[in-house]
């Protein structure tokens, strides 16, 4: 049987979750705005459409089972397997804003857990991934010394997404707090089972292939006129 999980594991998932992490995940839009700046979103059922897909073929497919993976190596201690997961992580990343967003918000949690758990061993072979800690990365080692379970950890990972992009939906589409609230209704129906195929997901089976995204993601780096840093 399962250990249960210690007191204030939930408390801490909720914490990771938050937007008031101080990670800057609010000011990213992961290729959103590209899309309504192209067109390709612009009223909440293209922007429902959009998200979905980014979240069934990009978070689903790459960065969960990353997490997953990333978890079950800081609880073996075994840093090699998660220096050459941060590796595949950080060669993925199709373009420079989205490798640019993984470091940042990667060192900006490290730099957080280390302000709470600095002598941690683990927490020390996280600082000392180079270039950086990519956030899933760094999400899994804060994820794992919470003792919160893998799904529940997964689904955390997903729904601080979820969340993020949900608000640069409302604010570059725009849309109102009533369709942004449909929107994570629909994120909440969908994500324990994307956690679930995640956590099962192994080395072979994880891919990160999204051609689309890549071109927007590169075509804002020099937009005219943008919010968000990606």
């Known amino acids: 049987m399962t250990a249960p999980a210690p007191e204030g594991a939930l408390l801490s998932l909720l914490w990771l979750a938050s937007p008031a992490l101080p990670v800057g995940g609010f000011s990213y839009s992961e290729g959103l705005e590209a899309a309504v700046d192209a067109g390709r979103v612009h009223d909440e059922a293209s922007a429902a459409k959009w998200l979905d897909d980014q979240l069934h073929l990009v978070l689903g497919r790459a960065e969960l089972p990353l997490v997953a993976a990333a978890h079950v190596a800081w609880a073996a201690g075994d840093v090699p397997r998660v220096a050459a997961l941060n590796d595949w992580l950080l060669a993925t990343r199709e373009s420079a804003e989205f490798r640019l967003q993984t470091l940042q918000m990667g060192r900006s949690l490290t730099d957080w857990l280390k302000q709470r758990d600095g002598d941690h061993p683990m927490v020390q072979a996280c600082r000392a ?4 800690a990519a956030w899933p990365v760094a999400f899994a080692l804060a994820a794992q010394r919470s003792g919160a379970p893998l799904h529940d950890a997964l689904q955390a990972f997903a ?3 979820a969340e993020n992009l949900v608000q640069a939906a409302l604010k570059a589409v725009p849309l109102g707090q009533s369709a942004g609230q449909r929107l994570l209704a629909r994120f909440v129906d ?3 089972a994307v956690a679930r195929q ?9 891919q990160a292939f999204a051609p689309g995204l890549a071109i927007l993601s590169a075509r804002h780096e020099d937009q005219y006129s943008r919010l968000f840093r990606s």
């Open 129 to 132: 991934l180079q270039p950086a």
């Open 159 to 161: 729904f601080g997404w």
């Open 190 to 192: 969908a994500i324990p």
């Open 198 to 206: 995640a956590a099962a997901c192994t080395d072979d089976e994880r």
